[in-house]
């Protein structure tokens, strides 16, 4: 009974949030696999059940290689921009200068915009007219000279999934800085004079003393621009619309299951996103487990 | 104290009057239709929505006891709105009426049953004899018809800009071979042949292409399966629309249907193939006078063709505000609700009875046209392939300009016709 008190009030006091994560959650997790194991095919449910039948079609479906591919150069291209990015602005507003404050909010700031915003504004930058159409950033570079740097950006054949990526590195750059400063500021000042005394440089300070120690926040960073570049969608739809050079795989799933009124194989596609995700997720999620039981 | 306790009264007397005016409604169910009918769109701007506007005027003379609810949803051709329609039907929270493409598209909702057969609308008043005979077998399905069409518009039209034609002496192409040879020598004096934007005026390009080559009948066979995607016909067509594609802007996938035709307007292009909400775009958004601004032919290959789409209203089984709604499309299918509709939104009345003279001159060409061609259906538009197919075609559409792979495309059209039971 002593037990119970001291563990029955904090139980009622989440039990609704873990209710509601249980159902809306979980719940819908479940309930969309089994959908994804049906051929639903119309606007009334039909449980008609296939097994795994809509897993293997997709595996050898043209489009959604497609889609795998630019959801692979859209996420190598966003997390390795970010991460180096995040890491140099973080090292450079290290160094005690003025208006640190300020410029930490001026990099932040674009985190607070949502993607559709920031989707309408590269659409304009990044227009890829040429001749006497040329405008945004293009048009930038011919007026400075810089004509050989004029290019299609997101219609850029094969590649535009990289261009697309720019304006993501532009919101999420600033948030990774602040992850990393947060993450230099923690490590004990006496540290680094410890290596100073030692007569390390400063470059060998960041290098073996600083860096090493920013581990677990690239870590935290990885994960969370992982989901984010896995998840993409609304970007997207904002500079190209719906358009298979630049489809990933939320594309297809809401072209599937609004437009085609194919339910079934959407459900699939937003089960291999989960998946997708959960790769890069669940290993992140044992890794910290272990960190908390060894402290 | 006092200010919360007037507050409790005050949501009474709402509660209040929520349940009169909930009383009212299911006690007056008979011939006069009051209470509300919630009507669901995708007009929301431009032409589309004064069009709406005007129709809903003319509802609100004729049914002042309604109150009309505009419960539209914005996004281009409905593509936000369809996704929002579903879950709402699926919900069993039905809009009284909601907006379709007449055709195929429609087959969904009636496969589910979720749309009511308004045959006896037909039947009340006389749509039979008003609506053209070519028309109504195209919304029937299994001799019911579950639709009101306000409104019909032509999606085989060619624009172009008529001082650019001049300057490099050429005429409207009545052939592809034709367009050919005018676009090799816009090409070289700089002009750009054929304006293009994203993927969805593709799919209505292609669709211009295949009418153009095929010819009407074995355009329509497509649809029936009388044609074969596999046959040599439709191969030529896919040659035909790569080539054509060497003749557009690079820079198609970014750009709107406004922003094509826009640059016909501005003289950088010489041609657009869009349908004929374009001349909305063209007299009233940049006021330009026809055939001076802007001149159109039916599309190269399509003269005495009418490919057209239509906008339509339908009553959902379960719909709350039934008599309503039924007084709703009664307007929707009038003279003088089509008439209003049709001016604002620069598209013809499915009614044949329509009053010409208060239509501007290209609407005027159009309502001939479609008095006297052969009909023909739009794919991109809904009318003749249901929502599964028309997603299956347009992805094999969107393979095919990454590789331009002609017997690659052919072979997934095929596929499509067959996973569509074709």
Redesign the interface.
Known sequence: MKRAKDWMPGLLLTAPSLIALAVFVYGFIGWNFRISLTDWKALSPDFNFVGLKNYRDLLIDERFKIDIKNSLIFTVVFMVACLLLGLLLAILLDQKMKFEGLFRSVYLLPMAISFIVTGVVWRWLMNPATDDRISGINLLFTKVGLDPLVNQWHLTPNWGMAGIALPAVWQMAGYTMALFLAGIRSIPEEIREAARVDGASEWRIYRHVILPQLRPIALSAIVILGHISLKVFDLIIAIAGKQLALDVPAIYMWQTSFDAYNFGKGATLATYILFSVAIVIIPYLFFTMRQERKS | MKSRKSKLFGAIAIAASIALTATGCSSDEGSNASGQVEVFSWWTGGGEEAGLNALVEVFNQEYPDVEFVNAAVAGGAG?NA??VL?TR??AGEAPDSFQGHAGAELM??I????LEDLSFLYDEEGWRDVMPATLLPLITVDGKIYSVPVNIHRANVMWANPKVLADNGITMPGSWDEFFAAADKLKAAGVTPLALG???TQLHLFETVLLGVLGTDAYNGLWDGSTGWDSAEVKGALDTFKKVLTYT???A??LSWQDASKLVIDG?AAFNIMGDWAEGYFRVDNSLVEQEGYTWAPAPGTAGTFQFLSDSFTLPVGAKNRDAAIAWLKVAGSAAGQDAFNVKKGSIPARNDADKAIYPPYLQSAMDDWGSNKIAGSLTHGVTAS??W???I??AL??F??NKDVAKFQAALATAATNAGK
């Open positions: 593509t369809r996704a579903a039907l699926q969904d909702y496969t589910a049953g979720q994203e993927q969805w802007n690079s820079d996938a970014s950088k929502n599964a028309k997603a299956e347009d992805t969107g393979l300009l990454q």
